[in-house]
Structures are given as structure tokens and as C-alpha cells.
């Protein structure tokens, strides 16, 4: 341990030798309070202990943020590397590569569902055709044998089959502007995908053949007898594919036709009859739609047309299961890729897309739990849920429902989850939904999971995003304190296992650090009952001595770019490892701030080497203009465990005593922060205590750049410099300097006549000061003008004292008492001379 303080001491002292010899060629005090407007302008964009920075985390709207470090012939995450143009969605849903020989009799072929058979024509061997091996069809599509005359079907077939419409025949033999490729060798699929057809049709038709075909449907319509709203349905169905077939074989296709013909297809959409007789050619025919490269909006519209017809059994039990599912899957890739582009966040919320994903989410439908298309449901939401409204949206379509019942599903991997806990960052994002999400119980799902799950670190990131966000706001710190053992626990574990992920050691230490910040239990429960005594300090080491090892990179960088006789510019740039590694090393001295406020927390950490040499370690070699915040956090631990007296308080030796005079002169001397002056006050009041201390502090110069920071307007930083100079005006020596070289005593006399009549603490400490500054007694040195000053001030504060106030405007009966008292001692002792 000594030798680890000692070679400390040396390095921190190297560190100090440059900025003492500056500071000795010039006086510093004189302008010391004369801040530029530029510095006083930027306070509130100061580091704050109160306000601590959160861990920033790039805007990102991948599948996964992280690699999968598995092998990629084993990795079961979806990709996500595919464009719009390579997505497929008729020949997915109705004529897959992959589908076995026998599934062209399934439920989603007409034909199939009327007990018929299609037998595939081998694509690889031409046949011999011979009159016997034709067939001849009647009318009706009936075979006809060899040599048989009559064309007419059965009467049992007559009474089952009938004539399709024009638009059903369209459907049928319409490829929607599929390339031929797609279809080569698959002309039986696709007659055994759609009805029958109306005899004398043809796939070739002209659209000079039309006229005939709409006699035929009108008549047909007649006979059954349809409604006015119903032929309008069918004769606008008619015109959106006789659309479609214009755009076959083109190449290109103007857009704005495309942004036309979707409006159409949203509109039949929402005037469909409520026998849904169509609905599956117009399932067909917006998914035709969407595979013609159509704009970002109208996809996003199509996409929900498909998804509100793929609602009703008619589309089902066309399709199938497994076409359902393959339209699903196609349609949530398509939307992913457009929900990477925030411009399109406003459109996702106005076409409802978010309400429906979560009806799919939520549904349990067996073609719809498909892992991959859950991802990437769940990275829609996640993506379009970075947007404001959209989050307001989501949570009142019940979005943090969904994520309860995702995260209590047994079996999640964590493909899924990852996207989960991400949608749920966002979700919690305002602490308005902090409530509803404690109420439901996603703290103890999140929690489980997070030890179900230990081994993902992209997922245990997200956790701790989402803790981040939680423990961010002192309420909800509140509200969850009670549940926090097990939260504490497995936060610990989490580190314990992944002491190396800086971002993950960031943010774990952010939310550990916000627990502890108000809670005294929690902190010796982190500390003693949980063993983080065990951990904190090797992580504060071990984050320390990287920064280190970064910086000295940095230093041999610069170093070559000079060597290069002036061809490069030598300016030490800061690597985003390195900063990443200060801002984990700022959530940590953080951490221990908080936890060493508990003094039986404070007194073992205070004889630690490892905590006490790294704390040693950032006040000699970092400063406040680079490292601010670091800084700062470092000089609160080390402020906290100088309050405690222990015989074994590593900061209390000798070397270190003095160390830390010569690192706090300049954060007084060189500090914008006010907070950063409020903290070496403080440091520097626990370290005037000792006798040796003080010598060094006087020899500094230090006790008068604290009187001078009696005339500052934070209250605070007076309050704590008045307590510093309390023990500094106890040696005579020191007193009589402050108050001929400083004017001590006058500033002091002005403080207790303009300060606030309810601050009895400010009003006692400089009363205090002003007790120790008596203890000269030779008269001479009391100037007439200070001693009327101080009889004015000190008669001030005995007539506050008498004044009736309550303890709610500040004043104790016992303090008001005890400060009168001393008060008017003072007053009785002061020389007469100047009366």
C-alpha cells in the first residue's frame, strides 16, 4: 500500500511542477473574480454534481447496434442487408421457390379448394406432343375424352363451377408487372393460384377485347342481382388492374401514376362491400402495387391496406397460413427499411401502422409468431418510436402492454429482446410514463430478465439504457427503491461479468450512481451486504490505468506528428476510445462519491489504496477545462473522505495531505465551475483541520484566494470558504496576514449586514470567523472604520436573533439562541475605540 501511495505522490507531483512555476512568476489574486462574459454566459453548461451528464448514445436505427460475435453460419439474427427492390411480394405469397410439389392443391389455389388436382409440368424435358397427349377443354374447362363431341360439363360440375368476372380473370392471369423470370417453368403454379377462367379468355388479351368481357360481367351481375355499390366496387377493382397490366415489362414507371393508383387501392379498400367477395383480388393487387418501386408514402400506405385486408378470412383462407405469414414477414421488412428515415416518422403514425404492428404483437396468431417477423415489428416500433409523438402514440395504443407481455414470454432469445428493451428505452423516455410503467410490473420482468439474459451484452446495455432513463428522475428513484435489492444485484453481477464493455460499465455505474445519490440504505447495502466493496474499487482502477495507457498514445501520436518537421499540424486529438473510457471513469468516481456519503461506506473506502491512488491520480493529471466533470466528481470523493478521521485514511498522510493543497490551488485559481470552487472549499475545509495542513494551505497562498471569494454571489461557495477560514483564523499569524493584506475583517462585516435575516447557518459560520479573527487582541490592529462596521453587522444579527420567526423561515429556537449568544460576546469584545 505504501509504495503504491508513494509512486502515486511522485507522478501527481511531475504533473503539478509546470503549472506551480506559472503561478509563482505572476499574482493570481488580484483578477480573480473578474470571470469573462464568454465564462458566465456558458454557467448553466457547466458540469453540475446535481445535473450529471447521461451516457450519450449515438442516434442509430440499425436492426442491431452491435456484431453478433457468434459464428454467422450459426447466428440466428435476420439480416437486415437487403434493399426494397429485392423484396417479392406476390411470388412469396403465391407461387414460393421453395414449395413442395404437393402444396399445389392447398387451400390457397380456387382449384384446389374444389377437389381438382394441377400436376407440375417437368421444366427440363420438352414433351413429344402427339394428338393423344393433348387436351381438349370444353367451355367450361372440362377435359373431353378422345374422340367425344359433346364439350359439356357434367351436370354435378355445372352446378359448382361459374363463370369468373372480368376482374377475377384479370387477377388470374394478370402477372402485375412481375418480370417473366420470376415465373419461368411455373405456368402451372399460377394456374392453380387462381380461379377458373371465363371461356375464351386469354392471358394476351387486348384491351380491344374488353367490351365483351364487360357484356358478359353485366349480365352475370344482373342475374345475381348485385347492389349499385357493389358494381361501382367491381368496376373500380376493374380499372386498378387493367392499370396494373399497363405497367407490365416497363422498366420505368412514373411515379406519379403509381401515387395515384395507390389512392385508388386505399380507396376500395375502405369502400369494400361487407361480404368481402373481393377482397382477395385486391389483397393481390396491392401487393402487385407495392412491387413497383412506388414512393416512400405510398408503400407505407399499401402496407396497410395489406395488412387491414389480411384481417378478414377470405384473404386467409386464399393464402394460408404460410402465405400469410410470408406476406407478413415481407411487409415488415419493407417497413423497416422505410422506418430508418425519420421524415417518414410523422407518416407511420397518420396511416395507424404502429397500432397495427401491436395487434400483431399482441394477437398470439400462429403466423404471425415467427421470430424473425417479430424482430422486426419490434424494430419498426423501436425506430419510429424515436420520435415524440409517435412515443405518445405507441403508449396509448398500449405499446408498454405489448412489451410486458413480450418480456414475460417464455423462450424470447434475445434477437428479439434486444429490439424489446430498445422500443422500451424510448417508450420510457418521459418521465410522464414512469407511473404507468412501475405499475405494471416491466421493473421486475426487466429485472428477470436481465439475469436470465446475462450473457448478451448488447441486451444488458439496452437494460441499463432503460434503468438510465428510469433513475434519471429522483421520483421514479423513489418509487423504486423499496424493489431495488434485486435491481442492485443483478447490476453488480452484470459488471462482474463484463467488467471490459465500457458502455456498459457507463451506464450501470449512471444508474448505480443515481440510486445511491439520496439513499443512505442503498448504499451500504451496494457496499457491505452485496460485496461491491469488492468490485467498485478494482473497476475505478482498472478504468484509471486505461486512461492512462490512452493518453500515453495519444502523447507518442503528437509526439510523431511533430517529428515530421512541420508537415502536420501536431494537435492532440482525443480518440473516441479515450473519451468513451473518461465518461465510464466519470460514472464510476461518481459512484463513489455518492456511496462514501455514508460514513461506515466512507470510512472503508477511505483506506483503500486503490480508490484513494486513482482519485490522487485524476486531480494531478487531468484539469478542468478537458476533463471538467471529471474533475469535479473526483474532487467530491475526495471531499467526502476527508471528513472522516480514521487512522487509517490513506488521504490523511503527510505526502498526501500536501498533495492535495498543491492540486486544489489551482482548481481555485483556474475554474469557471462554481460548483468545482464549492467542492475544493469543501476539500479545503476537512484539510484545515490539521495543523500541517494549513501551514501548506498559507504558504500557497491559498487561504487568500478563499477570502476573496467571500465578495462571490453563490451563497454556497461563501458558506463553505467562511468554513475553511474558520480554522484558518485560528493561527494568529495567518489571521493578522488576512486581515492587512485582505481586509478580512471589513468583508466579513459586510457579509453579516447583507445576508439573508433566515440563513442562520451563513449568519453563524462568519460570526465564527470573525470569533477566531478576536483571538488578536492587540487593539492597534483594529482600524476605527472596521470596528464600527463589525458593531453595525454584529447588532444586525442580535436583533434577527430577538426578531419572532418560525422554524419554517429558517431560524431554530436553539440556533437563534445559540448564534445571539455568540454574537453578542463578540460585540462585548471589540475594542472600545472605535465605539
Not at 90 to 107: C, H
Not at 247 to 257: L, T, Y
Not at 703 to 709: N, P
Request: net charge negative.
Amino acid at each position: 500500500r505504501c509504495s503504491s501511495l508513494s509512486k502515486g505522490v511522485v507522478d501527481a507531483e511531475g504533473c503539478l511542477v509546470s503549472c506551480l512555476e506559472r503561478q509563482a512568476m505572476e499574482d493570481p489574486f488580484a483578477g480573480i473574480l473578474e470571470r469573462s462574459s464568454v465564462a458566465a454566459s456558458l454557467r448553466d453548461a457547466r458540469a453540475s454534481l446535481a445535473r450529471p451528464t447521461r451516457p450519450f448514445t449515438p442516434a442509430s436505427r440499425s436492426l442491431f447496434d452491435q456484431e453478433d460475435k457468434t459464428d454467422k453460419a450459426f447466428s440466428s439474427r435476420p439480416s437486415s442487408s437487403y434493399s426494397l427492390d429485392s423484396l417479392k411480394f406476390v411470388r412469396d405469397v403465391f407461387n414460393p421457390p421453395d414449395r413442395a410439389k404437393d402444396s399445389m392443391a392447398s387451400t390457397r389455389s380456387s382449384l384446389g379448394s374444389r377437389g381438382l388436382t394441377c400436376q407440375p409440368i417437368p421444366e427440363l424435358e420438352e414433351p413429344e406432343l402427339r394428338l393423344a397427349d393433348v387436351l381438349e377443354l370444353g367451355e367450361a374447362g372440362v377435359v373431353i375424352a378422345e374422340g367425344q363431341m359433346d364439350a359439356s360439363p357434367p351436370a354435378a360440375m355445372k352446378s359448382l363451377r361459374r363463370k369468373p368476372s372480368e376482374s377475377e380473370a384479370a387477377v388470374m392471369f394478370g402477372r402485375f408487372g412481375m418480370p417473366e423470370e420470376e415465373y419461368e417453368g411455373g405456368a402451372a403454379d399460377d394456374l392453380a393460384l387462381r380461379m377458373d377462367m371465363p371461356a375464351g379468355s386469354d392471358d394476351s388479351a387486348s384491351e380491344d377485347e374488353a367490351p365483351a368481357s364487360k357484356k358478359t360481367d353485366r349480365k352475370l351481375a344482373e342475374s345475381h342481382g348485385p347492389s349499385e355499390v357493389a358494381s361501382a366496387f367491381d368496376s373500380q377493382l376493374r380499372q386498378v388492374i387493367a392499370e396494373l397490366h399497363k405497367f407490365d415489362g416497363k422498366a420505368q414507371i412514373d411515379s406519379q401514376k403509381l401515387v395515384l393508383l395507390t389512392e385508388k387501392v386505399k380507396s376500395l379498400v375502405k369502400s369494400l362491400p361487407a361480404e368481402h367477395a373481393q377482397a382477395p383480388q385486391l389483397f393481390k393487387a396491392a401487393l402487385a402495387l407495392m412491387e413497383q418501386k412506388a414512393p416512400a408514402p405510398s408503400l407505407l400506405s399499401l402496407a396497410r391496406c395489406a395488412l387491414e385486408l389480411l384481417k378478414l378470412p377470405a384473404v386467409l383462407e386464399d393464402v394460408g397460413g404460410r402465405g400469410a405469414g410470408a406476406t407478413y414477414l415481407n411487409i415488415a421488412r419493407a417497413l423497416f427499411k422505410l422506418s430508418k428515415e425519420d421524415r417518414l416518422d410523422a407518416m407511420f403514425r397518420s396511416e395507424g401502422l404502429g397500432e397495427l404492428i401491436l395487434e400483431l404483437l399482441a394477437s398470439g396468431a400462429e403466423h404471425c409468431g415467427a421470430a424473425d417477423l417479430q424482430v422486426f415489428l419490434v424494430g419498426i416500433l423501436k425506430n419510429v418510436s424515436n420520435n415524440d409523438e409517435n412515443q405518445n402514440y405507441l403508449v396509448q395504443q398500449g405499446a408498454l402492454q405489448v412489451v410486458q407481455q413480450l418480456l414475460q414470454s417464455e423462450g424470447e432469445t434475445d434477437k428479439l429482446l434486444i429490439q424489446v428493451t430498445a422500443l422500451l428505452r424510448n417508450l420510457v423516455a418521459s418521465s410522464r410514463r414512469h407511473a404507468d410503467f412501475l405499475s405494471l410490473g416491466l421493473l421486475e420482468s426487466l429485472t428477470s430478465m436481465m439475469a436470465s439474459h446475462m450473457h448478451s451484452e448488447e441486451l444488458q446495455v439496452n437494460v441499463a439504457r432503460v434503468l438510465g432513463k428510469l433513475t434519471g428522475e429522483d421520483s421514479t428513484c423513489q418509487a423504486i427503491e423499496e424493489a431495488s435489492e434485486e435491481l442492485l444485484k443483478q447490476c453488480l453481477r452484470c459488471l462482474k461479468l463484463h467488467p471490459g464493455n465500457v458502455s456498459l460499465v457507463n451506464r450501470l455505474s449512471f444508474v448505480l450512481g443515481n440510486l445511491t445519490a439520496k439513499a443512505d440504505d442503498l448504499r451500504e447495502l451496494l457496499v457491505f451486504d452485496l460485496e461491491g466493496e469488492l468490485q467498485l474499487p478494482g473497476l475505478l482502477e482498472r478504468y484509471w490505468q486505461q486512461d492512462r495507457k490512452l493518453a500515453q498514445i495519444e502523447v507518442a501520436v503528437v509526439a510523431a506528428q511533430s517529428a515530421q518537421e512541420g508537415l502536420l499540424e501536431a494537435q492532440p486529438a482525443r480518440g473516441q476510445g479515450a473519451q468513451d473510457c473518461e465518461a465510464a471513469l466519470v460514472k464510476l468516481v461518481r459512484l463513489v462519491a455518492n456511496v462514501t456519503i455514508n460514513p461506515s461506506v466512507g470510512t472503508s473506502m477511505s483506506s483503500n489504496a486503490l480508490v484513494v491512488d486513482s482519485l490522487l491520480g485524476v486531480l494531478g493529471c487531468k484539469r478542468m477545462p478537458e476533463s471538467e466533470e471529471l474533475v469535479l466528481c473526483a474532487t467530491a470523493a475526495i471531499t467526502n473522505l476527508l471528513f472522516y478521521d480514521s487512522e487509517d485514511n490513506l488521504l490523511l498522510t503527510l505526502e498526501n495531505k500536501h498533495l492535495l493543497c498543491k492540486q486544489l490551488r489551482p482548481m481555485l485559481l483556474e475554474s469557471y465551475n462554481v460548483e468545482a470552487l464549492v467542492e475544493a472549499a469543501r476539500a479545503l475545509g476537512n484539510l484545515s483541520r490539521h495543523p500541517d495542513a494549513r501551514q501548506w494551505i498559507t504558504e500557497l497562498r491559498i487561504d487568500e484566494v478563499l477570502s476573496i471569494l467571500l465578495s462571490h454571489s453563490d451563497r454556497d461557495l461563501v458558506f463553505y470558504a467562511c468554513g475553511a477560514l474558520v480554522n484558518l483564523a485560528s493561527d494568529p499569524e495567518a489571521a493578522r496576514r488576512l486581515c492587512d493584506g485582505r481586509d478580512l475583517r471589513a468583508k466579513i462585516a459586510l457579509l453579516l449586514s447583507e445576508a439573508p435575516s433566515d440563513d442562520e447557518e451563513l449568519l453563524l459560520v462568519a460570526v465564527k470567523v470573525l470569533s477566531n479573527l478576536r483571538l488578536d487582541t492587540d487593539e492597534e490592529n483594529w482600524r476605527a472604520e472596521e470596528v464600527d462596521s463589525l458593531q453595525s453587522a454584529l447588532l444586525r444579527v442580535c436583533g434577527i436573533c430577538k426578531a419572532e420567526m418560525t422554524e419554517e423561515q429558517g431560524l431554530s429556537a436553539e440556533g437563534r439562541e445559540a448564534l445571539r449568544e455568540l454574537a453578542s460576546r463578540l460585540l462585548a469584545s471589540l475594542p472600545t475605540q472605535g465605539a
